[in-house]
């Protein structure tokens, strides 16, 4: 506190003895406090006592409930344990039942194939031996026809009139398809039945019929392209051909036309030959 602000700075007796009083009321405020404390200290003790023991409580009650919630813990688990297991158990038997069916289902289809398959062999072997027998039977009804001896225009010498027949006949079949031709184009018979051929036709002109239905390639009119390897037309690789000069020569692709934006009026103003724009356009127009 500074000079200034005492009550009387200019009386000194007057500032002392307001000193005095306010030491003095003081020194009561401060033994009323210690008597109050030294009053209130067994209090204080028991308040203190029994804080510490409701801690304690409250610790026990913690412990207890953490104990409750740690046994309610591990009885959950070890149900859903039991459960889960019991679970995988009635699943492995159910996965057990359905191999021991899927067993038992392959087991019956291999034996039906089997039987099917020894039926087919045995219906197989009678319709051969039925076919043998009447061929052998016809070959029986025409024994002259086989010992009749003739002299063959297309072989030049004598060989048997069936035989000269054949020839005679073949000669009027050039475009016939032979057995090893049509063995290997492995056609089912459904296959060869949609293509709707009568016998005669398919004797005839069975190799020209199928090779314009694009079965068979005639190698006259096909041949390894030399820049893809493949078993292409004629017709393609002389276009393979044609673009390679093409490219080399001055030829302009269809995107590089497309950006001159020509119209057909400029175009036909140019005068350009059919020939000069597929060769030398490129050096014409750009």
Request: charged fraction near 30%; hydrophobic fraction near 35%.
């Amino acid at each position: 506190m500074s000079f200034f602000e005492f009550p009387h700075t200019r009386t000194y007796d007057s500032d002392l003895g307001w000193l005095i009083k306010e030491v003095t009321r003081i020194a009561d405020q401060y033994d009323t406090f210690i008597e109050y404390m030294n009053t209130h200290k067994v209090e204080y003790e028991e308040l203190k006592t029994r804080v510490t023991a409701l801690e304690n409580e409250i610790n026990s009650f913690e412990a207890e409930i953490n104990q409750r919630f740690y046994t309610l813990d591990q009885e959950l688990r070890t149900d859903i344990d039991n459960k889960i297991a019991q679970v995988v158990l009635q699943v492995n038997e159910k996965l057990q039942e359905v191999d021991i069916a899927l067993r038992d289902l392959e087991n019956k289809f291999n034996q039906f194939k089997t039987e099917t398959r020894n039926i087919v062999i045995q219906y197989y072997n009678l319709g051969k031996a039925y076919t043998d027998f009447k061929i052998e039977e016809l070959i029986n009804s025409l024994p002259d026809l086989t010992t009749v001896y003739v002299y063959n225009p297309i072989k030049g010498h004598v060989t048997t009139l069936q035989e000269a027949i054949n020839d005679l006949y073949d000669l009027g079949r050039p475009d016939g398809l032979t057995a090893r031709e049509y063995d290997d184009l492995e056609l089912t018979a459904a296959e060869y039945d949609a293509l709707e051929l009568t016998a005669i036709d398919y004797d005839l002109y069975g190799r020209k019929l199928l090779e314009d239905l694009g079965l068979i390639k005639n190698k006259w009119h096909y041949m390894y392209s030399p820049f893809t390897g493949e078993y292409v037309t004629l017709q393609t690789v002389i276009s393979e051909l044609a673009d390679l000069h093409m490219s080399e020569s001055g030829a302009i692709t269809a995107s590089e036309y497309d950006a001159l934006e020509l119209t057909a009026k400029d175009y036909d103003d140019l005068l350009i030959s059919a020939y000069d724009y597929d060769w030398i356009a490129k050096s014409i127009l750009i």
